[in-house]
């Protein structure tokens, strides 16, 4: 019985890389897409009943619970850690060749189901993707198959997740592009494509082919499309204040207090009495939005505002107290309230102009902080594409989304995904310097045909070594031990060579030089140029332990560098 | 700032910075005369791409030691005749009684002067050998010093060339460098055939000094 599917997997593993990541890609597409429906459905009936539970002033309670278990099972059932994730994965692609723990396929998920379920203010994306990534990243572990297609792999399982809880594959495909990978190849393309489809079909055979947020066409005019410009800024506002408010709360509750349990306690109490309030703040938020763009939403200017800063404090608490979550649906519950608010200003100056709705610009108010956050202008276009079904609102969405991320970069130069990654040096981009540095190792660099010389050697003995070395540095070593003492270059001997009577009388203990900057075998290519700029010197000695193992020259780091970035390009 | 200034800052070809103005990679601004550049949009620019600025006012190169070097230094030292000793050793023992800058350091001095005998000799042919320790001693010298001696009597240092030693020039340097730069300047002085017939004459030691200085001011 068993022979059968290992005679599939064995066909699998050496099938061209083509076929493979196709065959792969349904697979992830499926699982990864199976995953996001299931949060989707658990999420749904979860908070129905703990609205059913928690009743009148109790649901002050509920986020507690939901924060505190969140806390609890991640941090000591499954060891890991809240927030939103998708930097792991960016970190992954970009420095681990798309490898992922098997636990991140299901933690994040886990944990988004009880902040979220609670009332805790978050989206439910990210920890989809991350769960995504992270089955197509075991999965193409499973099938052996090389880091490129890993990771490209690994990026449709986030493509998947996206298609499949949006019901938008186009939208998977491009956030993976645009955030993920980063690199527009064929190569990536491919299987992203395919499990995006694939998300999305098993994805309308669960749920039905659903439009989010259905809504009548929008007639839009001229006016429109110049209000569009004002909603870019003040879209750009709100975005930077959710990527600021963000890193409050995690700074706040940091000098709050130490403990893990401490935050998760005093962040979902105040979460729970924001929701207690103002229920619009709750949870991922989607209901706000589905009655904001259908026009049934009625609050009074002011309270839109004040509920734009609750939704931003809120989400901020959630994540910040150490719930899991991402701020994808913050960003649209935020957009869509402040292009509520921006048509409510509008409509008050404006009397007499004639505006396409309200639905219109929550819509695109969507579109403007999502790109600002997630500085992804083209994901966040052609997500509200999607899910409204309409192409009708095409201008005015391009125009606030390319703006509203140049604008947010003004304040903020790295997206909310990078930015912790940038902190802590981990961000690496496809096609970087600093991507095929990180590739190349100490031991691919090092030349070990140098010759060796000793310390009470005279000039004149050193001469015929010179003649048949074709390297200008002896590293020169004690005779008994062996010990790395230091470096006699050919351009430090060179005036003394000529000067055939010296020759005898000088001993390679008083031309070498001791003050080297050295090369570990550990060191990173990074940190090697560093030296390199540093010491102004062409070749710098590797040596562990005391022990040369051999030098590194800037020459054969420029050879290898070149034949780095020629593997690195895709014809 | 200048084009210029920029390639002086960033060590780099003046070619390279107009190429990258043109292709638009380092931020300048326009005037009608072409462009400049904010020297803090550079610093950052630079910060931003990992460039690491060379440090300024540090040369890599310590300054050539001036004309007079080798001479000053014999003149620190001074010029001694008549040195008693029938081998190496007795001669040094009695070199290094007669010089006061070693102060209490004579053993050690005298051990390391036969140490670096040991490994190889300094005789460097022509009747001159150039003792001289392995490693700087401790000794405090600020500025090289070369005391010169001749021998009572020639004796046997196993020279390159075989030949009798009658002339020494010892060689305490402050530092490694100092020490092959007086080695190169006194090779150059033993390549003149005035220098070698001026050492024969020990008793005029004026006309030794006289001719280093003026076979150094040649040197290049």
């Known amino acids: 019985m068993r022979k059968f599917p290992i005679k599939i997997h064995a066909l699998l593993v050496n099938l061209d890389g083509r076929v493979q990541s196709i065959i792969i890609a349904i697979i992830v597409g499926m699982v990864s897409g199976l995953a996001a429906v299931g949060l989707n459905r658990s999420l749904h009936h979860l908070s129905q009943l703990v609205e059913g539970t928690f009743r009148g002033w109790t649901i002050v309670l509920a986020p507690v619970i939901g924060i505190v278990l969140t806390v609890l099972i991640l941090k000591y059932l499954i060891r890991d850690f809240g927030g939103h994730g998708v930097p792991e994965v960016i970190y992954s692609v970009g420095m681990k060749g798309g490898r992922l723990k098997l636990r991140a396929a299901y933690s994040k998920l886990l944990g988004s189901l009880l902040t979220l379920a609670g009332g805790g203010s978050a989206g439910p994306e990210a ?407 540093r010491s102004k010197s062409w070749s710098l000695p590797v040596v562990e332990e005391g022990r040369f193992v051999g030098l590194i020259s800037k020459a054969t780091l420029l050879d290898h560098y070149r034949r780095e970035l020629l593997t690195q390009t895709e014809l | 700032m200048s084009a210029r200034e920029i390639a002086a800052l960033l060590h780099l070809p003046l070619v390279k910075i107009h190429r990258w103005v043109h292709q638009g990679k380092i931020p300048c601004k326009f005037k009608e005369d072409g462009c400049y550049f904010l020297e803090e949009d550079v610093r950052r620019w630079a910060e931003e791409h990992n460039f690491i600025l060379p440090e300024e006012g540090k040369a890599t190169l310590g300054p050539r030691p001036n004309a007079g070097f080798l001479g000053h230094a014999v003149e620190r030292g001074g010029i001694h005749t008549g040195l008693q000793g029938a081998d190496i050793y007795a001669l040094f023992a009695n070199a290094v009684e007669r010089m006061p800058f070693i102060g209490r350091h004579t053993g050690q001095v005298l051990e390391a002067l036969l140490d670096r005998e040991e490994i190889a000799s300094t005789g460097i042919g022509r009747g001159v050998a150039i003792p001289h320790p392995r490693r700087v001693l401790p000794l405090g010298l600020e500025e090289p010093v070369v005391p010169v001696f001749f021998c009572e009597q020639p004796v046997d240092f196993g020279a390159v060339d075989g030949r009798p030693v009658t002339v020494l020039f010892f060689i305490f340097s402050p530092d490694i460098k100092t020490h092959l730069n007086l080695l190169s300047r006194l090779s150059f002085c033993l390549r003149s055939p005035r220098f070698i017939s001026v050492m024969e004459h020990p008793e005029k030691d004026r006309r030794l000094l006289e001719s280093i200085y003026e076979i150094e001011a040649r040197f290049k």
């Not at chain 1, 193409?140 to 938008?168: C, K, M, P, Q």
């Not at chain 1, 940091?254 to 009495?273: E, P, Y």
């Not at chain 1, 090092?446 to 070395?469: A, F, G, N, W, Y």
């Open chain 1, 127 to 533: 920890p989809v993707v991350i769960s995504g990534a992270a089955i197509g990243s075991n999965i193409a572990t499973f099938f052996r198959t090389n880091e490129r297609i890993r990771i490209a792999v690994t990026g449709s399982g986030a493509a998947a997740a996206i298609a499949a809880i949006f019901n938008a594959p186009l939208a998977g495909i491009i956030f993976t592009m645009e955030v993920i990978l980063g690199e527009w190849t064929a190569l990536n393309l491919l299987p992203v494509a395919i499990a995006s489809a694939s998300g999305t079909i098993l994805s309308r055979a669960l749920k039905g082919n659903q439009i989010p947020f259905a809504h009548r066409p929008f007639q839009i005019g001229l006016t429109d499309i110049l209000a569009a410009v004002g909603l870019a800024v003040l879209t750009a506002l709100f975005a930077v204040v959710l990527i600021k408010g963000l890193r409050w709360a995690g700074l706040f509750f940091r000098r709050l207090t130490s403990s893990d349990l401490g935050k998760a306690l005093s962040g979902g109490l105040m979460v729970g009495g924001l929701g207690y309030f103002f229920m619009e703040v709750r949870g991922e938020g989607y209901d706000s939005v589905r009655s904001l763009i259908e026009g049934r939403f009625e609050r009074a200017m002011g309270i839109v505002f004040l509920l734009i800063l609750l939704k931003v404090a809120a989400t901020a608490l959630t994540l910040g107290a150490g719930g899991a979550g991402g701020v994808f649906a913050p960003s649209l519950v935020v957009g869509s309230l402040g292009g509520f608010f921006y048509y409510q200003v509008l409509t008050a100056v404006f009397p007499g102009v004639a505006f396409a709705g309200p639905g219109l610009f929550a819509l695109v108010g969507m579109a403007g902080v999502l790109s600002g956050t997630l500085q992804a202008p083209l994901t966040s276009m052609f997500l509200i594409l999607e899910i409204t079904s309409g192409y009708d609102a095409i201008l005015p969405l391009l125009i606030v989304a390319f703006l509203a991320a140049t604008l947010v970069k003004l304040s903020e130069k790295h997206s909310i995904y990078f930015q912790e990654l940038v902190r802590k040096g981990l961000l690496i981009r496809p096609r970087t310097d600093a991507r095929i540095l990180a590739d190349l190792r100490v031991d691919e660099l090092l030349e070990t045909d140098c010759i060796r010389i000793h310390p009470d050697m005279t000039l004149q003995q050193l001469v015929p070594v010179i003649q048949k070395s074709h390297r200008n540095y002896f590293p020169v070593e004690q005779r008994e031990s062996g010990q790395f003492l230091g470096m006699v270059t050919f351009d430090d001997i060179k005036p003394y060579l000529f000067t055939a009577d010296l020759l005898p009388t000088i001993i390679v203990e008083e031309v070498m030089k001791t003050d080297l900057l050295l090369v570990d075998r550990k060191d990173s290519v990074v940190e090697i140029l560093k030296k390199f700029d």
